[in-house]
Antibody, heavy 118, light 108 residues
Framework: QVQLVQSGAEVKKPGASVKVSCKASGYTFTGYYLHWVRQAPGQGLEWMGWIIPNSGVTNYAQKFQGWVTMTRDASISTAHMELSRLKSDDTAVYYC???????????WGQGTLVTVSS | EIVLTQSPGTLSLSPGERATLSCRASQSVYSSYLAWYQQKPGQAPRPLIYGASSRATGIPDRFSGSGSGTDFTLTISRLEPEDFAVYYCQQYGSSPITFGQGTRLEIK
């Protein structure tokens, strides 16, 4: 079955960077988009962008351009999302999700809590 | 950017009742690429509906989606205790992908 397993919780200081990983299994990693979505405590869902694992092409939401970097290592079916210059309001659960053109985001990782605190 | 507005913000109903959740888009959603997700506390969103009206794998038939253009609806025909959660709509037909702010379905 399709699984997306994310790396563990992180605590970072303001100004630092964080890198979250997402390991896929149960399907052809290069055949689907890989999206990142975040959710601040008590808030709604915010789309950050996607990466095409086959080519490495990315598309970031305008808000995150210049401070998010999405990469992938297709040899180990793993995607990464790095967010730099962290601020306290970047404290959130970060999700990866498989994307399919017609199905939307059809499988989600379990989420990674990133806490930014001095 | 397509803005999705969900209503109501909170819906209070009893098990066995029918729930109707609305999602209105600021402009037409391309090819009805509109999805609904259910989220419970501490869990990742669970896909319910894609393409405005198709149920995702394993979703009970009490969940149904309808609509096109700018107006979409999620209907839960007979509420079960496990259906009380937050529901989000999402459009994925144009970039950036956007989500509604959510509707909280609570037990009356």
């Amino acid at each position: 079955q399709v699984q997306l397993v994310q790396s563990g919780a992180e605590v970072k200081k303001p100004g630092a960077s964080v890198k979250v990983s997402c390991k896929a299994s149960g399907y052809t990693f290069t055949g689907y988009y890989l999206h990142w979505v975040r959710q601040a405590p008590g808030q709604g869902l915010e789309w950050m962008g996607w990466i095409i694992p086959n080519s490495g092409v990315t598309n970031y939401a305008q808000k995150f351009q210049g401070w998010v970097t999405m990469t992938r290592d297709a040899s180990i079916s793993t995607a990464h999302m790095e967010l730099s210059r962290l601020k306290s309001d970047d404290t959130a659960v970060y999700y990866c999700a498989r994307g399919e053109v017609q199905l939307g985001l059809d499988n989600w990782g379990q989420g990674t809590l990133v806490t930014v605190s001095s | 950017e397509i803005v999705l507005t969900q209503s109501p913000g909170t819906l209070s109903l009893s098990p066995g009742e029918r729930a109707t959740l609305s999602c209105r888009a600021s402009q037409s959603v391309y090819s009805s690429y509109l999805a609904w997700y259910q989220q419970k506390p501490g869990q990742a969103p669970r896909p319910l509906i894609y393409g405005a009206s198709s149920r995702a794998t394993g979703i009970p038939d009490r969940f149904s989606g309808s609509g096109s253009g700018t107006d979409f609806t999620l209907t839960i025909s007979r509420l079960e205790p496990e259906d009380f959660a937050v529901y989000y709509c999402q459009q994925y037909g144009s970039s950036p992908i956007t989500f509604g702010q959510g509707t909280r379905l609570e037990i009356k």
